[in-house]
């Protein structure tokens, strides 16, 4: 392993860990009726710390269970997350970190027909503790449009 990958594979550390989710929706979006149940996401290094993997649970019928990859490539300085979902769902993600910035974003064809492309933009509070961002949705080249926010909180 490259010190290049090395020092892109450290950044990611600060992932480690325990989260819980809190996703909202924008009015008239269809949303679990009543408390939204507890969702949960935790990050992990596999493969003796070669890849980032994340895993969320979250309790409603209508929104998947997820399993995601994330490997450096130092060649290029950037990252890639593989995302799998319990319904089948494949895709590949470009992925940016700077320390602070997260964001994921799909914008070609890869596993799945591009029918949308999709961005997510997280940022890190001065504490680490929690993550806020939003997914936005662009479809056939029009403007990027706010899907939802969804905060990250480090659990214990």
């Known amino acids: 392993m490259t010190v290049e990958r090395q020092e892109m594979l450290a950044r990611l550390d600060v992932f480690v860990g325990e989260w819980s989710l809190e996703p909202r929706f924008p009015e008239g979006r269809p949303s679990p009726p009543g408390e939204v149940p507890k969702a949960r996401t935790w990050f992990e290094w596999a493969l003796d710390g070669e890849f980032l993997v994340q895993r969320t649970e ?40 700077d320390g602070r910035v997260w964001t994921l974003t799909r914008e070609s064809p890869d596993f799945t027909p591009l029918e949308f492309r999709q961005r997510f933009t997280g940022t890190f509070s001065e504490d680490g503790s929690t993550i806020t961002g939003g997914w936005e949705v662009r479809f056939d080249g029009g403007e990027w449009e706010h899907d939802f926010s969804l905060t990250y909180r480090r659990a214990g």
Not at 66 to 82: C, E, F, I, K, S
Not at 88 to 97: I, W
């Open 58 to 97: 979250i309790p409603v019928p209508e929104a998947p269970d997820g399993l995601m990859v994330v490997r450096a490539d130092p060649g290029t300085g950037a990252y890639t997350q593989h995302y799998f979902d319990s319904r089948g769902v494949a895709r590949l993600y470009a992925m940016e970190f």
